[in-house]
T-cell receptor, first 112, second 111 residues
Framework: GEDVEQSLFLSVREGDSSVINCTYT??????LYWYKQEPGAGLQLLTY?????DMKQDQRLTVLLNKKDKHLSLRIADTQTGDSAIYFCAVFYGGATNKLIFGTGTLLAVQP | KAGVTQTPRYLIKTRGQQVTLSCSPI?????VSWYQQTPGQGLQFLFE???????NKGNFPGRFSGRQFSNSRSEMNVSTLELGDSALYLC??????????FGQGTRLTVV
């Protein structure tokens, strides 16, 4: 079955790097996404990676994908207080499934 | 390019009532998916529509239904509301097999 897991909470100091981890069970995914949700808001797409890639960098964001271990991570460089939010990883299964499965979300708290 | 629009943003209903939520996808996107977000269960997939057809359905009771119109706008309906249906309902639109863009959600409170 499709299952996506994340740690619940991460606390960092402003200026440090944050690394949010995600593991998934079904390796037939095509795309893997990171979304950010601020209080009372919907989900904002931050970045995504194709399943045939190992790494993607987008300004302060670096996504690493280890397909063998079914492990996805999001690194935020120079974390700011405005980065405080819940971060969701999501795994997309195409074809007949055509479903986006979300992780449990990681609350990132940035201390000034 | 306008984003995904969900209406209304907030709703308060009483138990036993029914409710209809609306989602207008990004222009050109034909796939619309609905998700329920609660503190206890997280983000759960409800269903997905493509070209007016339901392609996929999550594990929700039959009280949850939806439809999609020819202009790709979608509605979801919940009948006989229960307290546990209180949640943030999110709609996402996507082109074929690409990233999903979410609306701001409809916050439903059942009292």
């Amino acid at each position: 079955g499709e299952d996506v897991e994340q740690s619940l909470f991460l606390s960092v100091r402003e200026g440090d790097s944050s690394v949010i981890n995600c593991t998934y069970t079904d390796s037939s995914s095509t795309y893997l996404y990171w979304y950010k949700q601020e209080p009372g808001a919907g989900l904002q797409l931050l970045t995504y990676i194709f399943s045939n890639m190992d790494m993607k960098q987008d300004q302060r964001l670096t996504v690493l994908l280890n397909k063998k271990d079914k492990h996805l991570s999001l690194r935020i460089a120079d974390t700011q207080t405005g980065d405080s939010a819940i971060y969701f990883c999501a795994v997309f299964y195409g074809g007949a499934t055509n479903k986006l499965i979300f992780g449990t979300g990681t609350l990132l708290a940035v201390q000034p | 390019k306008a984003g995904v629009t969900q209406t209304p943003r907030y709703l308060i209903k009483t138990r036993g009532q029914q409710v209809t939520l609306s989602c207008s996808p990004i222009s050109g996107h034909r796939s619309v998916s609905w998700y329920q977000q609660t503190p206890g269960q997280g983000l759960q997939f409800l269903f997905e529509y493509f070209s007016e057809t339901q392609r996929n359905k999550g594990n929700f009771p039959g009280r949850f239904s939806g439809r999609q119109f020819s202009n790709s706008r979608s509605e979801m309906n919940v009948s006989t509301l229960e307290l546990g249906d209180s949640a943030l309902y999110l709609c996402a639109s996507s082109a074929v097999n690409t990233e999903a863009f979410f609306g701001q959600g409809t916050r439903l409170t059942v009292v």
